[in-house]
């Protein structure tokens, strides 16, 4: 949510433009709206699924059984609003649409060509009320476009907080996800970057034309570092120390290769220990905790939080492309605190990683592992079914009840595990998969613990 003192803020302005109308016109609106809330959200819908973009994010069945519900009450709520009323609460719930849109992807055109929609249905829908005159429908209309027009800008702030903080995840993991391998990607560069240091020493031991000697910049590695290292660890300050050495090999080492006057000898020590800082500092770049590994957890080096919804939301339009379903398997370390009082926090970390590398070893190559926080864990498991993901989860149960976790020395322990699960209903946002997840662990260990339970 936005800071306390901005929603006063947005809260005082809305109570301000209210009060601007009459309550006779205001309570002719809410009386008409509220008549008409359920024909206003299924022709809102209607509209959105004849635009080619909507129809990519709206199933008729998804909207006929979530989202017309979800937009008959979001319009009762703003029409209903009165000056005595929580307008915090009505600024909060704009927030909250906002940030559902950007979780599901949403454009934003879509929702504010719906508004225009809405309010040409309902100023159709007042030049019925022959009641009111022109100059009392003219107010009307106004106090109803005005509404709505609040309500976007307010969605509007909300959505593009987190979508800007949606889209720095999603390029944050794709860095991520393509130099993951880290000491892999490590060997790789310190081999690169030793390759070119001997081809400077043959062409010189080979007397070949000084002139054609490679530049560092323009090796494998300068290229690597260019191109990924300098823009993965970016913010780093190893990276300006890397460059500021590339450019001395370049500009000042091996021009005086070519000075005869040079002291040749001294001139290749110099390359050595540049190429020696070189390799110290890329080392450095990862070993360190920086922006691109904080999505990893530290104890379990599991994935953490930050990318959870990343990778929801890309599993999410990836089952509504191709049909498919996944489910999320939330898991509770039964009585964990118990460990740490016996074993102490070394010990309680100790299982922690056990019950990472369990949980890697176990899930397959397409399936995702987060660690939470403390002794929560969840699994994302793709393309199953509800009866193959009870199977996987029962099988994983199983494995930890038989697991001998160690504390300390050579002591064993032996724990259980609660789990919640829940599969993929084809809503377009993610947040009502988690729910449902976190909602089946608290029942799980509300029920005795080392159980599963499916909602």
Known sequence: MPEKALVIELA?????????????LRLVVERLVEDEKHALAAYFYARMMQDKAGRTFLSHEVVHNRLSASMARWLHELFSIQESS??????????HVGQVHARIDLPLHLV????RYLKLR??????????LGA?????ALCYVHETIDIAMEFMSRAYSVSYDRKSRSEESYRVFAAVHN???????????LLDWENQIMFELASRADLSALPRANDSDFGLWFAHKGAYAFQGNRDIQIIQQTLD???NEVLPDFFNDNANQLGTLRRLRTLVRLIQMNMDELFDQRNELESGRDALTHLLGRKYLPVILGKEVAYARNR?????????DLDYFKQVNDRFGHEGGDAVLRQMGELLNGFCRAGDYVFRLGGEEFMVLLVDVTRDSALRIATALQELIRREPFKVSGNEQIQLTASMGLTLYDGHPDYAQSLSRADRALYQAKELGRNRIEIL
């Open 122 to 131: 309902i100023s159709k829908l007042l030049e019925t009320q022959t009641a």
């Open 86 to 95: 929580d307008f915090r609460a009505l600024v909060e719930l704009q927030h």
């Open 182 to 192: 880290t000491a892999a990607e490590r060997g790789r560069q310190r081999a690169a």
């Open 112 to 115: 504010l060509m719906g508004a």
């Open 12 to 24: 005082d302005s809305w109570r301000t433009s209210l009060a601007a109308y009459p309550s006779d």
């Open 323 to 331: 049909g498919i379903s996944f489910a999320l398997l939330a898991i």
């Open 248 to 250: 001395e090999l370049d």
């Open 135 to 139: 100059a009392e429908r003219a107010i």
